[in-house]
Structures are given as C-alpha cells and as structure tokens.
C-alpha cells in the first residue's frame, strides 16, 4: 500500500507520522514545496520577529525523524497532477502510486492588486524566506505600514513596535480581527494597540503606493486620501486555500477543497486537511475552513486514522491562539459576530475572558492573559457541558472551578 | 557544551549535547526525541512538551509564568510538583546536565 501526502507543513507531516504510530507498514512520501526540514509557521510572526531574538526556525520534527519512521520527504518538489484512474500523482522528474492521497496544501497569502503593490519594501509573510526578509529589514526600519489589521498585521505591528518603529495599520473593515472575534474583544485590542502606540485606522483600506526616490516604496495612500510615510510594508489581508491541483483532478472546490465529516473528497482515495480543506463543522454547524496548527494536526490525525478504517465523523473542538505585544489571545470554540457575550475578570488590567453564548448555551470562549480560563473551556466546550449564561454569572463561578467537577479526559 | 538527558516512561535514555540559550522543547524536538511534541512552537500555549525535571535541578530552573503554569494544570499526564514545559527552559550553564523524565501521554 502507498500514500503520498501532498503538502509538507504541520498537516502533512502529522498525517504521516500518525500513519506510522498508528500501525501502518505501506509507504509513506511527502511532496514539499518548500526546501529544507519543515518547520512550525507560528513563530514566525511572533517570537521570530522581536528585537534581539535569534532567528532559527524549529522544525516540525526533527531530521532524524524521516528515516526513522521511514518516510519519503520530496522537498523542493511540486505536485503537478493527480490522475484519478491511473492513481499516479505527477511530480516533476516522476509519477508517485497512490491507494491514497492526503491533501494537505494549506493557503497562500491573498496578493493585493492596488497600483504600486509590487514596490520593493513590500512583503507578505506567510513562508520561512518571508520571516527572514522582515527580521532582516526591521532593525533598519522607521515607518512601517500595515495592510490589514488581522492576526498577521497585528502580531506584526506589535513587532515593529518593540523596534522602535512607528506603525501605521490601514484596515477597511470597521473592527481589527473582525472575521474571527467578538465585538467586545476586537474593541479591546483595538485600544490596546492605540494605546501603545499603534496608528491603527479602522474603516480604511489601501489605495496606492508610492514610490521614493531611490525606487524603493516610501509612502502608502489610504483610501481616504491620507498619505502615510512608509519605508516597511507588511500586507496581511488573509490567504486563499491551495486547492488547484483539486480542480484539475475534478474534485468540488468552494472555498476549499470540499470533504465530508471523515475528510475524504468526493473521491474516497483522496483526503484533504488543514487550511486547504472545506469541511463540515459541528461545532459551527456549517461548512468552513479554519486556518490553524490546532485544525491541521487534528485534521491530519483524523485523516490518518480514516485511512486506517476508522469511520468517525470529525469533531474536534477549534482553538487558536495569536500573541500581540504583551498580551496572550486563546480562543476555544467559535465565536460569532451574533453571539451573547459576557465578560468575566478585569478588562481593563488585561486579564478576562469573554464567554460566548448561542441559544442561551456557552459554544466559545476569548481569553486574554488566562491561560486557566482557556484550558477550562476546551475541557467544558469538548465535554458539551452546556453551561447556561444564568450559571455564568452566578456569584463565584469561574470555568476552571466547572471544569475540575468534569470527569472527563483533557482534550489534545 | 551542556547536556540534556531525556528519560522515556520506560527508563531508557538519550543524551543530548545542546547549545546554551536553546530551550528542552527545541533541543528535544529537533533531536526527535519521542513524547515531546511541541505542537505550538513554543508559546507555551498547547502543554504538549511537558517534562518532569529530576528534584536536584529544581533550583537552577528559571521561574514559572502564571501562564505556564495554568497550562501545566491542564496538560494531559499528571502534575507533580516538579512539572514544566520544556519550551519554557532555557539551557544555561547551571542548567548544563540536567535530567528531565517524559511523561506518559501529552495528548
């Protein structure tokens, strides 16, 4: 038997090493765009960036770890196509046999299509090569603009400002990681980072950049027609899923790479997982794709074990995490914009969580600075505790004190 | 150069010489060093690279953040007393034979 992973981020090398631990004796190749060991993308908008830090990558698993458990890794090397009948994956130099393929091609940065956008001076961040582009600019760095105020921009904004830079952050959307937060808990990042020191302009998008006289970017124009000085450019408006090689090989494709709850396509020899995979959640009883370690490492174990002939529908609980300056976001469940929300601990010190409620019943918790309160929450959310917003706010409760009466494992 | 000692739940061991300034959770995974995983980079966000530091090395250990240790309240084996998160452990010169067990489970 013979599965090829296609993708060599946290997916794809967990699919695989879940493959071996888990019993499976066939063989195993990964096909890695990237060259070099695979590595964690986390850091690399977070610790990878600040002042002083020594900048080395921390690879998903370690060299040894290929020839130990026997696995092929492809780097450098692209996946041209699938064939579906043939069950032969295209690489450039060979075709690869296949009785399964796992999907795990994860996202690309969205490219920004505004006059200028190509200047020198303007980066993305999404690769290893694109971290050592911005941790060798930064220290030289005085005006940094940034396009999008969601994770990425804001992890990077708290960077450039413990460089001693200013920063300017330009976002169209009237809220800063409005996609994925809260009201209450987007408001509260927004003063955060004002108040450190942050131009942050909500309701404002990019128009053009312009360029300095050594050819270099050296301003970016909003679209209200401000002009702000810019010698540094991060763009961070999100990532479209890897899922062309999918449509080639006829799969459904919308907004992902579409699978079932045991995340095979439609196809049942082809799996997909990670950023890269449309699925359905029961957690938001809907279908989506979640960009996460969390979601790539359970989805590949998920998929590993399908491929192993287990037939459960997946249902891990999403969480997620972003630092930005001081201040750690964990997030468990999947807040809506809709959601009822009530706020436990001290706002403003910078350590409370928000409880989200749908129906009257607790589905997901933002927690600044609370490590405790996080952890207690995907306890209570994976159990289906059912916590009613009348319990919550009862006096003396706290999720860590509901969390130590359940009898129930701690989720991975 | 210092040392780290990994102890598997079945008592065997792996030595592994280690640059100062690099963390047990950097050194283990990189290493491949089985039962430390790590999986959030080294945020100290996910309590998947717990270790039980031998008693002798308790007070060369850097001290605990609130967030390390609600995490380790959490994590997935039991916590002892001498429970840490590697990724929280930077290997210094009083650091430099130190002995950690690896627990059962992290997920």
């Given amino acids: 038997m013979s599965v090829v992973i296609i993708g060599g981020g946290q997916a794809g090398i967990q699919a695989a090493d879940t493959l071996r631990s888990e019993g499976y004796g066939g063989k195993i190749d990964i096909v890695a765009k990237e060259a070099g060991l695979p590595y ?32 092929t890794l492809h780097q450098s090397v692209q996946a041209l196509a699938i064939d579906r009948v043939q069950r032969k994956v295209q690489l450039s130099r060979q075709s690869l046999d296949y009785d399964y393929v796992v999907l795990a091609t994860g996202a690309r940065n969205r490219i920004l299509d505004c006059p200028g956008a190509s200047l020198p001076g303007i980066h993305g961040l999404k690769t290893l090569a694109d971290a050592e582009a911005l941790h060798a600019a930064l220290p030289g760095a005085r005006n940094v603009v940034i396009i999008g105020a969601g994770f990425i921009g804001l992890e990077f904004a708290a960077a450039a400002l413990a460089h001693g830079c200013n920063v300017t952050v330009l976002e169209f959307a009237p809220r800063p990681m409005g996609r994925a937060l809260t009201p209450v808990m987007s408001d509260w990042f927004a003063d955060m980072h004002r108040s450190q020191g942050v131009n942050l302009r909500l309701g404002e998008g990019i128009d053009r950049f312009k360029s300095a006289t050594d050819g270099r970017v050296g301003a970016a124009v909003s679209t209200a027609g401000v002009s702000y000085p810019a010698d540094l450019v991060l763009v961070g408006i999100g990532v479209e899923p890897n899922d062309s090689l999918a449509v080639e090989a006829g799969l459904e494709t919308s907004n992902g790479i579409v699978v079932d709850g045991s995340l095979r396509t439609v196809d049942p020899a082809i799996l997909a997982v990670g950023d890269c995979a449309s699925f359905p959640s029961v957690h938001a009883q809907a279908r989506l794709r979640l960009e996460s370690v969390q979601n790539a490492a359970d989805q ?51 350590k409370f969580s928000v409880l989200c409620f749908r129906g009257g019943i607790l589905v997901a918790v933002e927690s600044v600075n609370m490590a405790g309160d996080h952890m207690a929450a995907r306890r209570l959310l994976t159990a289906g505790a059912g916590i009613t917003r009348a319990e919550a706010e009862s006096e003396g409760f706290t999720l860590k004190a509901v969390a130590k009466t359940l009898k129930v494992p701690v989720p991975a | 150069m210092p040392s780290v000692t990994y102890t598997q739940p079945d008592g065997s061991q792996q030595t592994l010489e280690v ?16 039962g430390i995983i790590g999986e959030c980079g080294g945020q100290a966000m996910c309590a998947t690279c717990h270790v039980y530091v031998r008693p002798e090395y308790a007070d060369a250990l850097p001290g605990m953040s609130d967030d390390e240790d609600e995490m380790l309240d959490c ?32 997920l």
């Fill in chain 1, 40 to 71: 964690q993308r986390p850091p690399l908008s977070k610790d990878y960036l600040a002042p002083g830090k020594q900048a080395v990558p921390l690879p998903v698993r370690g060299p040894s770890f290929f020839n130990d458990k026997d696995i």
């Fill in chain 1, 300 to 350: 590949a174990r998920h998929a590993a074990r399908t491929i192993l002939g287990a037939n459960e529908p997946y249902a891990e609980l999403p969480w997620f995490w972003s630092t930005q300056g001081p201040y750690r976001l964990q997030m468990a469940g999947l807040a809506g914009p809709k959601d009822d929300t009530l706020v436990l601990g001290d706002k403003t010190g910078g």
């Fill in chain 2, 19 to 34: 640059k100062e300034g690099t963390t047990l959770m950097r050194a283990a995974v990189s290493n491949g060093i089985d």
């Fill in chain 2, 75 to 106: 994590a997935t084996a039991e916590r002892l007393d001498r429970s840490r998160l590697a990724c929280q452990i930077r290997i210094d010169a009083e650091l430099a034979e130190i002995v950690v067990d690896i627990p059962p489970a992290q």
